[in-house]
C-alpha cells in the first residue's frame, strides 16, 4: 500500500478542496487524448501527479514541476 504524503507548492501547503485534509497518496495519472489514442500513441501523452486525498478519496491532479512531496514519518 502507498505511503501517506504532505505536498506544497512554493512553499504553499497543499490541503484536499473537498474535506481540507492535508495527507495524500501518490500516482502518476496519463493525461490521454483522442489524437493519441487513435493511433495507438497513448503512451508518448503528457503525464500528471496525482495527489489521493487519504481522507475522502478526491483525486487532485498537477502538472506542475513545482511540486514538492514530503514523506510522513512515523
Same mark, same amino acid.
Given at each position: 500500500?502507498?505511503?501517506? %504524503?504532505?505536498?506544497?507548492?512554493? !512553499?504553499? =501547503?497543499?490541503?484536499? /478542496?473537498?474535506?481540507? +485534509?492535508?495527507?495524500?497518496?501518490?500516482?502518476? %495519472?496519463?493525461?490521454?487524448?483522442? !489524437?493519441? =489514442?487513435?493511433?495507438? /500513441?497513448?503512451?508518448? +501523452?503528457?503525464?500528471?501527479?496525482?495527489?489521493?486525498?487519504?481522507?475522502?478519496?478526491?483525486?487532485?491532479?498537477?502538472?506542475?514541476?513545482?511540486?514538492?512531496?514530503?514523506?510522513?514519518?512515523?
Amino acid at each position: 500500500m502507498a505511503k501517506p %504524503v504532505h505536498a506544497a507548492i512554493g !512553499g504553499v =501547503e497543499i490541503r484536499c /478542496l473537498m474535506c481540507d +485534509n492535508d495527507t495524500f497518496r501518490e500516482r502518476e %495519472v496519463k493525461l490521454n487524448s483522442t !489524437g493519441m =489514442e487513435l493511433f495507438n /500513441l497513448a503512451w508518448a +501523452n503528457e503525464s500528471a501527479t496525482g495527489l489521493i486525498c487519504w481522507s475522502c478519496g478526491y483525486v487532485h491532479l498537477f502538472v506542475n514541476r513545482d511540486l514538492q512531496l514530503y514523506r510522513l514519518r512515523k
